[in-house]
């Protein structure tokens, strides 16, 4: 059976996975790490002098809250996910923070959008393209609902390249192919995004590479983790015992000082000419 991204699916996940995605999501925003390389690619887009913003693939909002909380930001940001569970999610957390007034989040697919074109000074897709298994079709419906002139900013991770340290390499290599197929759809699209960007006719501004990594104890990749447990069986990759066996054995290794966790992340960002 092929493996089912649970990301690709949060239209149908059960409440108690979908908590699983939005405490993941959270978490991975708020490191500092991340947040960082997401203010990287949003200073290369001057998304401070966009009036309208959309987040394609939002999730719980938190590109759409980073950018609406900049303190130079004077727009608005729309955020559409798949799931309107997720869609609600980001919505809550919005008007949490005090954001309400500067954000709207709806549900949608990503790849067709009934919003007119042109409609949006900057798009951003934050995380999006590993879980689809068509990122063309993003891209190309990116391209049509910015402006011309308009700014995109893609980031994902190169997830091909995410990796974790195992005392038997060959039984570490095989957790690292369950992984990916597990929690990504398109593990390689990062390494594509130049030829997508051409075929969508666009046009590549800036780009921003960096590699997460973790040696000897696990901070970033904790959580991450601890996820993954829940999420691998839900897969079809794993079973329970698998991903518990697993998850325990890295929690051991970074208890121990000998933990090992990498992967490449990147960032684009593209003009629509």
Same mark, same amino acid.
């Given at each position: 059976?092929?493996?089912?991204?649970?990301?690709?699916?949060?239209?149908?996940?059960?409440?108690?996975?979908?908590?699983?995605?939005?405490?993941?999501?959270?978490?991975?925003?708020?490191?500092?790490?991340?947040?960082?390389?997401?203010?990287?690619?949003?200073?290369?887009?001057?998304?401070?002098?966009?009036?309208?913003?959309?987040?394609?693939?939002?999730?719980?909002?938190?590109? @759409?809250?980073?950018?609406?909380?900049?303190?130079?930001?004077?727009?608005?940001?729309?955020?559409?996910?798949?799931? $309107?569970?997720?869609?609600?999610?980001?919505?809550?957390?919005?008007?949490?923070?005090?954001?309400?007034?500067?954000?709207?989040?709806?549900?949608?697919?990503?790849?067709?959008?009934?919003?007119?074109?042109?409609? *949006?000074? @900057?798009?951003?897709?934050?995380?999006?393209?590993?879980?689809?298994?068509? +990122?063309?079709?993003?891209?190309? $419906?990116?391209?049509?609902?910015?402006?011309?002139?308009?700014?995109?900013?893609? *980031?994902?991770?190169?997830?091909?390249?995410?990796?974790?340290?195992? @005392?038997?390499?060959?039984?570490?290599?095989?957790?690292?192919?369950?992984?990916?197929?597990?929690?990504?759809?398109?593990?390689?699209?990062?390494?594509?995004?130049?030829?997508?960007?051409?075929?969508? $006719?666009?046009?590549?501004?800036?780009? *921003? +590479?960096?590699?997460?990594?973790?040696?000897?104890? @696990?901070?970033?990749?904790?959580?991450?983790? $601890?996820?993954?447990?829940?999420?691998?069986?839900?897969?079809?990759?794993?079973?329970?015992?698998?991903?518990?066996?697993?998850?325990?054995?890295?929690?051991?290794?970074?208890?121990?000082?000998?933990?090992?966790?990498?992967?490449?992340?990147?960032?684009?960002?593209?003009?629509? +000419?």
């Amino acid at each position: 059976m092929k493996p089912s991204d649970p990301y690709a699916v949060t239209d149908k996940l059960d409440d108690t996975l979908l908590q699983v995605i939005v405490t993941r999501l959270e978490t991975r925003g708020k490191h500092p790490l991340f947040d960082g390389m997401l203010r990287d690619y949003l200073g290369a887009m001057e998304i401070d002098m966009a009036k309208s913003v959309l987040d394609l693939g939002c999730g719980t909002g938190v590109a @759409a809250r980073a950018i609406a909380r900049r303190p130079r930001f004077a727009g608005r940001v729309l955020g559409i996910d798949l799931s $309107e569970a997720l869609a609600r999610a980001a919505s809550k957390l919005a008007e949490d923070e005090g954001l309400g007034d500067r954000t709207e989040f709806r549900a949608g697919d990503s790849r067709k959008l009934e919003l007119a074109d042109g409609s *949006f000074d @900057a798009l951003v897709a934050h995380t999006l393209l590993s879980h689809v298994d068509d +990122p063309i079709l993003v891209l190309k $419906e990116a391209a049509r609902l910015v402006r011309p002139g308009g700014m995109i900013g893609v *980031f994902d991770g190169d997830y091909a390249s995410m990796t974790f340290g195992h @005392a038997d390499p060959a039984k570490g290599q095989a957790y690292d192919n369950a992984v990916v197929s597990g929690v990504v759809t398109s593990p390689r699209v990062m390494r594509q995004m130049p030829r997508l960007v051409e075929a969508a $006719e666009l046009q590549l501004v800036a780009t *921003f +590479p960096y590699i997460l990594a973790e040696v000897g104890k @696990a901070d970033f990749w904790a959580p991450a983790i $601890e996820s993954f447990r829940r999420l691998l069986p839900k897969a079809g990759v794993m079973t329970d015992e698998e991903a518990n066996a697993w998850a325990e054995g890295l929690q051991n290794d970074s208890a121990n000082g000998v933990f090992f966790g990498a992967s490449n992340y990147y960032g684009y960002v593209i003009r629509r +000419p």
